[in-house]
């Protein structure tokens, strides 16, 4: 086994420090971490290159690319071939892009971030690199833990038959984390300097409210294991 | 060929209809009925017809736009874009509908001072809630973002605020497994 260790940061989860002030907090756990925080390029242009270009969230931007300039994130290519990077990519994309059916049409579900996030995990773990990936959104952790509560999910939402005609089950040895387990993380490593509340319940409500994909039930069941 | 052309002929003409009436709570029920085709097919006209019916509910609820002398100017053409695009999809002429959907929102060009601010804000906002319907749906973010021309930054925000984390079947894994992966990578 490789002794590297990698964390992949999809656009969501940096956005969600971001928008939340809690950059420093990477930055902290990147110092306790043996390892490396990699962002796939295309991951980096939705967490820096496009917002740099608007206004409202120019600051965050440069915030987030600071991270970048510090070597706190790293993009990919120490460990993995960028040609291979986009090939893997282009073919989830492909692949993920024709799975559900409905109405007669393949739905388009994902775009490049998010699968450039998932085949770098599958090529890390090919060369036996221990990796976890870190998304909030919750398509890509359905698609990977359970890709047929998505198809009812689809079905639910969409008042239509939908149906998989791709078998995508190879995905589900990918490990998922989201920004809420990172905070966790942090909390019980003392590494959030703020005491006098509930600052593990503030952290994880945080989390939610920008986005990352965890319920009420799941805050209250980690603020059990405390 | 619009697929569903029956369908979104005769949502249309609902919405021009309920536009004329100034029914807001009809446009708004009529914006969620384009969401499902908006979710599946992902062309661009799906994608601005289910803007424009949103845009249109939140325009008249705002009855204080009424005021503004470029009102009057605006919903005639509002009205006259709806029955062109009608007409359009009567005919089989999808180029038709689309431009003059696609001219709904190109109507804010034309406008000017706090009435054209006010409107290009009511479309800006209408793009991220319906974006947020749209992952609400299952599209992933990023595809929605992409989609609707929004940003990660303000999708996740609004997305965040509603209750799409706390449906059943998102739950894929406990707490615990996803909290001993975080630990094991750390250690």
């Not at chain 1, 939610?208 to 059990?224: D, L, V």
């Not at chain 2, 209750?163 to 975080?182: A, H, M, P, Q």
Request: aromatic share 8%; charged share 30%; net charge neutral.
């Amino acid at each position: 086994m490789n002794q590297t260790k990698v964390i992949i940061f999809d656009a969501g989860t940096i956005i969600n420090f971001a928008m939340n002030g809690l950059l420093d907090m990477l930055v902290k756990l990147k110092k306790d971490f043996k390892g490396k925080f990699i962002v796939t390029e295309k991951v980096k242009e939705e967490a820096i290159d496009r917002p740099l270009t608007i206004k409202r969230f120019e600051l965050e931007a440069l915030m987030i690319k600071k991270l970048f300039d510090e070597n706190i994130f790293e993009l990919p290519y120490d460990l993995v071939k960028r040609e291979d990077m986009i090939s893997e990519r282009n073919k989830l994309l492909d692949l993920l892009n024709h799975t559900y059916y409905a109405k007669g049409e393949f739905m388009k579900i994902v775009h490049g971030g998010g699968t450039s996030s998932l085949a770098l995990s599958m090529i890390l773990s090919k060369k036996g690199i221990d990796n976890v990936v870190a998304v909030d959104e919750r398509t890509a952790r359905m698609l990977v833990e359970n890709p047929e509560n998505l198809r009812q999910l689809f079905s639910q939402k969409l008042h239509t038959k939908v149906e998989m005609k791709k078998d995508i089950s190879f995905l589900k040895d990918i490990r998922i984390i989201r920004s809420s387990e990172l905070l966790y993380l942090a909390y019980k490593k003392g590494l959030v300097d703020l005491k006098d509340h509930d600052v593990l319940e503030a952290l994880l409500y945080a989390a939610k409210f920008k986005g990352c994909s965890i319920s009420f039930e799941e805050i209250e069941q980690i603020k059990r294991i405390g | 060929m619009i697929e569903e052309k029956e369908h979104v002929l005769q949502v249309l003409k609902e919405v021009k209809e309920a536009f004329r009436k100034n029914d807001v709570i009809k446009l708004h029920e009529l914006s969620n009925q384009t969401i499902h085709s908006a979710s599946i097919k992902q062309d661009d006209t799906s994608i601005a017809f289910a803007v424009v019916t949103y845009s249109m509910s939140k325009i008249l609820e705002r009855t204080n736009y009424q005021e503004y002398p470029g009102w009057t100017y605006f919903f005639q053409k509002c009205k006259q874009n709806l029955e062109q695009a009608i007409k359009g999809l009567e005919r089989n002429d999808e180029e038709g509908f689309k431009k003059h959907i696609k001219a709904i929102e190109g109507l804010i060009d034309e406008l000017t001072g706090n009435f054209k601010m006010h409107i290009q804000q009511v479309f800006e906002k209408a793009k991220i809630g319906k974006a947020s319907r749209i992952y609400e749906h299952g599209i992933s973010m990023e595809q929605t973002a992409n989609l609707l021309g929004v940003t990660l930054f303000e999708l996740a925000e609004y997305a965040g605020r509603t209750g799409v984390s706390d449906i059943n079947l998102n739950k894929t894994l406990t707490v615990e497994k996803r909290i001993s992966y975080v630990k094991e990578i750390f250690k």
